[in-house]
């Protein structure tokens, strides 16, 4: 059971360039979600999608889109990326009621 | 404006010792709240959650205290182990069913042997 899975794990960008970071969910959820986290800082919500076929933003979605391609999958992507952008990005998802989320292992993303 | 304050950045406590991690918070409308931790290069774990309208909530060596008057929560380990080392975030949910989760910085929990 791979529970939530992000690809890739790592990725190195120059400024400018378009990317786009992978989440699906095999535990059959309907609502996902995007953070990120800056060193010595929490998680912060960028994008989540309720269920299939919506999307709303979060705290901090300049700079990024996302995509519920279907219940499994929930893709981020940065058109143009920029330094501030360089993090670790988390997917979750979570089932219907109360939480948890569950969180993938993260992507690292550096942007020069 | 931080709404959820994790103001210890580390704590370090011996093994078989309790372990106490604060969280302060500022939205009142927090209606849930969670404790995850999180080893290096992996992703937020899921350990407790508590519902706005309990004050305690227990579950094997981890109980979470809640004090709404004084928007305070509390994660306590008891026996601390040495696996339990890790840095430890709380989160309130403040979107309503959408679960949407606002983070505090996390504590670092060292527990050594």
């Given amino acids: 059971n791979a529970g939530v899975t992000q690809t890739p ?10 990317m786009t970071l992978q989440c699906a969910q095999d535990m059959n959820h309907n609502s996902m979600y995007w953070y990120r986290q800056d060193p010595g800082m929490g998680l912060r919500l960028i994008y989540y999608s309720a269920s299939e076929g919506t999307t709303d933003k979060g705290e901090v979605p300049n700079g990024y ?6 219940k499994r999958e929930f893709s981020l992507r ?9 993090s670790v990005y988390f997917c979750a998802s979570r ?14 993303l550096s942007i020069l | 404006d931080q709404q959820v304050k994790q103001n210890s950045p ?14 302060d918070y500022t939205n009142s409308m927090f209606d849930y709240f969670l404790w995850y931790k999180k080893y290096p290069a992996e992703g937020p774990t899921f350990l407790i959650s508590i519902s706005s309208i309990k004050d305690k909530n227990e579950d094997g060596r981890f109980t979470v205290f809640l004090n709404k008057s004084a928007k305070h929560l509390s994660l306590h380990i008891v026996p601390s182990q040495p696996g339990d ?19 505090g910085k996390g504590t670092l929990l060292t527990v050594n042997p």
């Avoid at chain 1, 889109?65 to 279907?70: G, M």
């Fill in chain 1, 9 to 18: 794990k790592f990725q190195v960008l120059k400024t400018g360039q378009s």
């Fill in chain 1, 65 to 70: 889109n996302v995509s519920r391609l279907n």
């Fill in chain 1, 78 to 86: 940065l058109e143009s990326a920029a330094p501030s952008q360089t």
């Fill in chain 1, 95 to 108: 089932s219907t009621g109360p939480p948890p989320q569950h969180f993938g292992d993260g992507t690292r």
């Fill in chain 2, 10 to 23: 580390s704590l370090s406590v011996q093994e078989g010792r309790i372990s106490i991690l604060n969280c």
């Fill in chain 2, 85 to 103: 080392s890790a840095v430890y975030f709380c989160a309130g949910n403040s979107g309503g069913s959408n679960y949407k989760l606002t983070f």
